[in-house]
């Protein structure tokens, strides 16, 4: 098998290619390094099975694979409303020069969708089939506008042109590399306690997410894309269902480090959604997927991470 994963040194894309050559796939990664780091690939880079590609997913591409993991695209506020035009381009010409790829050489692909498709949302847990609340014009939608219209042009493809694609719903997800300015929220704070500044505390600190380790996530997008049902075209939710206010995790962090932490209020971004949480019944059903990694480890085993990487 030989596998394309684009956004293949960020976050996600790293663990995803360390996990897909454990498996005996041959790797491609495409990346732009706009969020990415070839430090997360660094260990992969003299393997004859894989190859990197610097490569800006907005401009066509001509290669083979057999599958398409489309991860290509800033994850964190902070970076992906810096430039929201280019965001929007990421999603929409990234995802159709993929899915030309894709039709191309007959590949499957996933899309690395996202929770924002439904928005600040008000219906809770969230259900793939629930359309979401989304604000068309406000600071967080190159973002999520840009994924709806990915998943939008997905679903023509595989209608119009019977593309095989895979539509993973990802909600927040953490873990090891991390960039340390990410920006989201469970690196922000490890960095910050780690560092012995206050944790910064966007608005009252009730907003809830819930928080995925980063290994279930790639078990869940592997199970995803090797899944063959007659519905497999449609999206599933992939993500922890235990729900968790920014003040929760701070106390959880301060447990992990045996301190109390200090906080420090900041504005609370527009748009911030207050409620967030997946069903992941279909995930359940058909992929046979739920997460293992309990959050306090998964904390523990990133604040390990970042103990190290802040040194670099
Ligand atoms: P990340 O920022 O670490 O990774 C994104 C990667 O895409 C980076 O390596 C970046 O350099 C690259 N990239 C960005 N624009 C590009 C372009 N135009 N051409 C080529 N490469 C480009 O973020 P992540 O958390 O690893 O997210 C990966 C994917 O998963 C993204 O599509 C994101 O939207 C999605 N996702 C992530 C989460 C999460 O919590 N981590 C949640 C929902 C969805
Ligand atoms: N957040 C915070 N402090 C930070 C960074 C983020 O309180 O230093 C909050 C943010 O306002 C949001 C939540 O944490 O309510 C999750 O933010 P993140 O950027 O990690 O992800 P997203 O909002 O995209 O789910």
Known sequence: MRTLVTGGAGFLGSHLCDRLLADGHEVIALD????????NITHLLNRPEFEFIRH?????????????????????????QSNPVKTVK?????????????KRVKARILQASTSEVYGDPQEHPQQENYWGHVNPIGPRSCYDEGKRV?????????????????????FNTFGPRMAIGDGRVISNFIVQALRGEKLTIYGDGSQTRCFCF????????LSLIAYEGDDASEPVNIGSTEERSML??????????????????????????????PDTTRACQRIAWQPRVSFADGLRRTVDYFRTAIKM
């Open 32 to 39: 732009n390094l706009f969020t990415g780091s070839k430090r």
């Open 56 to 80: 800006d997913v907005v401009n066509p591409i001509m290669l083979e694979g057999d599958w398409i993991f489309n991860l290509a695209c800033p994850a964190s506020p902070i970076h992906y």
């Open 150 to 170: 990915a998943e939008t042009l997905m679903s023509d493809y595989h209608l119009q042109n019977k593309v095989d694609i895979r539509i993973a719903r990802i």
């Open 248 to 277: 929760e995790i701070v106390e959880s962090l301060g447990e992990i480090l045996g301190r109390r932490l200090e906080i420090e209020s900041r504005p609370l971004p527009q748009n911030d959604p207050v409620r967030r949480r």
């Open 214 to 221: 980063v290994d279930d996530l790639i078990e869940g997008i």
């Open 90 to 102: 990421t999603s929409v010409m990234g995802t159709l020069n993929m899915l030309g790829l894709a």
